[in-house]
């Protein structure tokens, strides 16, 4: 099962090397891991999106625990929970279809940051599974370039309204 | 312990740095903050980058043990700390005397041990940039260090000396590095020594969780047949007594790791010897058929399960006591997980504990105990290595403390010297490291000089490492070093000759040094026994000598250690070695 983990740690350096090391020598494989500042000054939130059964899961977060910059960890599956990404696609774009794409670009609320003679840029963020989807309707027309930053996600509230 | 001279320059050197004003270097305020740390003693090798803690030294207010190699040095501290169970302190230098500590960080690493590592680096200035003599060290390292410091500035190091040690000695123990590169030792600062510690990512568990001991006594009043592992956590947590009392209170046999010899006396009457790989009949068994299984401060590895874990202990409840929250679950589902320090959790369930209904089990463990014994076929002709082990055991009446190093006569060490005392039998458990057996010695009798300490090792290893007479030598550290001398890389070729139909292949020592005139050219006395009767006399005589002695004893050399369960077999296939006859 794909599993979304919040790690509260040290804004230390070396802190991802001691993460990553961590779960490739326990041999936990990593879909994405992204790091960012977090509500705290000196800590860093880094999200770590992994696969894994319950056991697999269990030992991610005791191994992941014992590391001293590691502050907090939390299992986001375990809860409800915002998880999203952002894309950023350079597409082939003649002047001839450049109108096409931004029709096929709307309706995923993505938006075209920049355009080129030959190509245009479009950045989307959202769940991976609609970047998913708009990716392959751009696939057709020629991805020159494409940068994802992985999953980053929160908690949601205990009581709210989902938006 | 230090001498006197030493004791009052260390005081009088801490009474200096009381002046608040005053300014030290980064190297003095390491030194200071060691002395203030209670460190005695520390091993280490100089260079370049350490020339400003070098001289620091040069004062001669720490006792400093130069080793011959960096290897030799981190054993030696990993020796005194496994002695101790105080924090062993090594000092390299940056490049090769750091990667020259890998083996031995990895080696304390695994067998959970307290040890500080000072290595010091190129300038902030040259770091990245492939200097002379420049290793990322922490990088290296960080798989095999509980934790690490870079420090960048001088007013750091201690905070970084009083953290590292706490963490170094705390909850499930480890190495902990410290890399200072040589404009921080050199950049001066005022010293101030933290009172107290606090980390946010490091609060170790202790007490353990009360409704978690009523199930465990719950557990014990149930079962018919329990048994406890017993593993190198005993040791640690100095829980020896309460193992006792638990053990015998509710009625449950014991075997013990490799690492928790001594944890559970060898010479008790629930005691059923080591399992696993080439533990006893009865050890194995019991873990086979028990009901009910207390682990504590074991971690269920392979040389104890076999991987096989569909057949071990497959009728059992598990119960596992451990410190460390991530070995519980790790290898094995558990029933009741009881994490908190051995000690705290056996005091805590020795309130109350029921006695199990054992009293038919305990009956059959002392009959498999009685009808498969440890048994070697003993030779007047010549000398089994066995025997020897069992000569050294009688003839101190297992009042020492005894290192190995790793192969055949490690597993005969375990086998046939019955550990009383924890911290008596001193090994590279988790490692499985060669070398390490004499520069362990060597540790262990500098921090427990009132005791025997002999250092049983292979020709084999004993050739990785030997270069550590010198230190015994100089210093005379009256360790009594026992070569099992059987002209082959033993362990290796019991394997070949079991799994690879007697192809020898590189297992052949017998073009190796005369270590009798080994030892003597390093100024150490060396004996070589070839039968029983020489070796009852060399032994006596290295009893009787006051310091540092070699003995060769050379043993048959087609001698394999049994039983043994083959890699892939379960703990019920056993080969006990005597099938042929
Ligand atoms: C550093 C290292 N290299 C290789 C090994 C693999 N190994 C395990 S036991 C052994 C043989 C040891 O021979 P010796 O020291 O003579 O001891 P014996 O088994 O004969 O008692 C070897 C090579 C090891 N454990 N450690």
């Known amino acids: ?163 | 312990m230090p001498d006197t001279a030493t004791m009052e320059k260390m005081a009088e050197r801490l009474a200096e740095a009381k002046g608040e004003k005053k300014e030290f270097s980064g190297s003095e305020i390491l030194l200071l903050s060691l002395l203030k740390e209670g460190v005695e003693c520390v091993f280490g090798y100089p260079g370049g980058a350490v020339l400003p803690i070098y001289d620091s030294l040069y004062s001669g207010s720490l006792r400093h043990v130069l080793a011959r190699h960096e290897q030799g040095a981190i054993h030696a501290a990993d020796g005194y700390a496994r002695a101790t169970g105080r924090a062993g302190v090594v000092i390299a230098t940056s490049g090769p005397g750091a990667t020259n500590l890998v083996t031995g960080i990895a080696n304390a690493q695994m067998d959970s041990i307290p040890l500080v590592c000072i290595t010091g680096n190129v300038a902030q200035s040259l770091i990245g940039t492939d200097a002379f003599q420049e290793a990322d060290i922490m990088g290296i390292t960080m798989p095999i260090t509980k934790h690490s410091y870079f420090v960048s500035d001088v007013n750091d190091i201690p905070r970084v000396v009083k953290e590292a040690f706490h963490i170094a000695t705390t909850g499930r123990p480890g190495p902990v590095l410290i890399d200072i590169p040589k404009d921080v030792s050199n950049a001066k600062a005022p010293f101030h020594y933290p009172e107290t510690v606090s980390i946010r990512g490091y609060q170790p568990h202790c007490d353990p969780h009360p409704i978690q001991v009523q199930r465990l006594h719950q557990a014990v009043r149930e079962a018919k047949k329990p048994v406890i592992l017993a593993g190198g956590g005993v040791v640690t947590a100095g829980a020896e007594e309460e193992l006792i009392a638990f053990a015998e209170q509710a009625r449950i046999p014991v075997t013990t790791t490799l690492m928790g010899l001594g944890g559970f006396s060898g010479e008790h009457p629930l005691w059923l010897g080591m399992p696993g790989m080439h533990g006893t009949y009865a050890a194995n068994h019991a873990l086979l058929e028990c009901d009910l299984l207390i682990g504590i401060g074991a971690r269920f590895d392979d040389r104890v399960t076999m991987g096989r874990l569909d057949k071990f202990a497959t009728g059992a409840k598990i119960v596992h006591i451990d410190i460390d929250p991530a070995e519980i679950g790790k290898n094995v589902d558990t029933f009741i997980p009881i994490v908190g320090d051995v000690r705290k959790v056996l005091q805590a369930a020795n309130r109350g504990v029921p006695c199990s209904q054992s009293e038919e089990w305990l009956q059959q463990t002392a009959e498999w105990k009685k009808r498969y014994p440890l048994k070697f076929q003993d030779s007047e002709e010549s000398v089994k290595p066995q025997w020897v082990i069992r000569h050294l055991y009688e003839t101190t009446h297992g009042k020492a403390i005894v290192t190995t190093d790793v192969g055949q006569h490690q597993m005969w060490v375990a086998q046939y010297f019955q550990f009383a005392k924890p911290r008596s039998f001193i090994s590279s458990g988790g490692l499985g490291a060669m070398g390490f057996g004499f520069p362990s010695a060597l540790g262990a009798q500098l921090a427990r000089p009132d005791e025997t300490v002999i250092c049983v090792t292979g020709d084999g290893g004993f050739q990785m490492t030997n270069q550590e007479l010198a230190v015994a030598a100089l210093m005379n550290i009256p360790v009594k070093t026992v070569i099992i001398n059987n002209r082959c890389l033993g362990m290796v070729r019991q394997w070949q000759e079991v799994f690879y139909q007697e192809r020898y292949s590189e297992v052949d020592l017998t073009a190796s040094p005369d270590y009798v005139k080994l030892a003597e050219a390093y100024g150490v006395k060396g004996f070589r026994a070839k039968t029983k009767e020489e070796v009852v006399q060399v032994w006596k005589e290295a009893m009787s000598h006051p310091g540092p002695v070699v003995l060769d004893i050379w043993v048959t050399p087609e001698e394999n250690v049994y039983p043994m369960v083959a890699p892939g077999s379960g703990l019920d296939e056993m080969i006990m070695g005597d099938e042929k006859q």
Request: charged share 25%; net charge neutral; no cysteine.
């Open chain 1, 1 to 163: 099962m794909r599993h979304i983990i919040s790690v509260l740690v040290n804004d230390q350096p070396r802190v991802l090397a001691r993460v990553a090391n961590l779960l490739g020598r326990r041999n936990f494989n990593i879909e994405s891991i992204s790091v960012g500042e977090s509500e705290e000054p000196g800590l860093s939130r880094m999200v770590i999106v992994t696969n894994g059964d319950e056991r697999m899961m269990e030992q991610v977060s005791k191994q992941l625990h014992k590391l001293v910059d590691v502050i907090k960890v939390q299992d986001l599956s375990e809860h409800p929970s915002v998880a999203r990404e952002l894309l950023l696609v350079k597409v082939e774009a003649g002047p001839s279809v450049r109108h096409e794409i931004s029709g096929i670009v709307e309706p995923f609320r993505a938006s075209v940051v920049d355009v080129g003679p030959h190509s245009m840029m479009v950045q989307a963020t959202g769940e991976r599974s609609k970047l998913d989807a708009l990716l392959e309707l751009l696939r057709p027309y020629g991805i020159k370039e494409m940068a994802r930053t992985g999953v980053t996600a929160l908690s949601r509230s205990v009581a709210r309204a989902g938006v």
